[in-house]
């Protein structure tokens, strides 16, 4: 059964610094990993999708990488905003499983001015 | 990208009451939908695969007769949370697979409140 967990489950960090989110899962048989933005009280939006062939994947002041093989993946923010305060999930569809997606516990993350 | 609606947002409801949550694909049909619990600080657990014009298929520790799921459109997914009781309290979302992208796309979610 795919586990996932994301270090730390929280963060704070002052406007403008670069942060790393971290995501683990245990099977490494993987179709592909998502990372997700959450608002309180909110549905969850996609920020970037990284296909099990891909490396990396790049939108604005995010990059997230995929390392299949030890089962990782990070979620880099470049000189982070208060705008960027949010729980960050990252999600594993694993091949055969009909489009299924396993969790990870989330970071709360907020950016301080 | 595709948009997913819930409806209600947020629902208070007496114990022992049923209530309809619905889940609709806007732009796109979607022969299958997911539906998520949510409690408070913690992540998505999935409860369901809803699939159009067969019975859905529940996860592993959910009461499919507690959680009705019908999903009779290839545009709409209800789930009725049936004799509700306080620690059905939950965030509920609904996702939707758009097929021409191969991508599930997440509702706004419903706030459940049984008193």
């Known amino acids: 059964k795919q586990e996932v967990t994301q270090i730390p489950a929280a963060l704070s960090v002052p406007e403008g610094e670069n942060l790393v989110l971290n995501c683990s899962f245990t099977d490494s048989a993987i179709y592909n990993l998502q990372w997700f933005r959450q608002d309180p009280g909110k549905g969850l939006t996609s920020l970037l999708l990284i296909q099990s062939s891909q490396r990396e994947q790049t939108s604005g002041r995010l990059n997230a990488s995929l390392d299949k093989s030890s089962g990782r993946s990070t979620l880099y923010i470049a000189a982070s905003q208060p705008g960027d305060s949010a729980t960050y999930l990252c999600?594993?569809?694993?091949?055969?499983?009909?489009?299924?997606?396993?969790f990870g516990t989330g970071t709360r993350l907020q950016v301080t001015l | 990208g595709a948009v997913v609606s819930q409806h209600p947002s947020w629902v208070i409801c007496k114990s022992g009451t049923s209530v309809k949550i619905e889940c609709r694909s806007l732009d796109f049909q979607a022969t299958t939908m997911f539906w998520y619990r949510q409690f408070p600080k913690q992540s998505l657990m999935l409860m369901a695969t809803s699939n159009e014009g067969s019975k859905a298929t529940y996860e592993q520790g959910v009461e499919k007769d507690k959680f009705l799921i019908n999903h009779a459109s290839l545009t709409l997914s209800t789930l009725t949370v049936t004799s509700a009781h306080p620690e059905d309290s939950s965030f509920y979302i609904c996702?939707?697979?758009?097929?021409?992208?191969?991508?599930?796309?997440f509702g706004p979610g419903t706030r459940l409140t049984v008193l």
């Open positions: 999600a594993v569809r694993s091949p055969g499983t009909a489009s299924k997606l396993t």
């Open positions: 996702s939707a697979r758009d097929p021409r992208a191969d991508t599930q796309y």
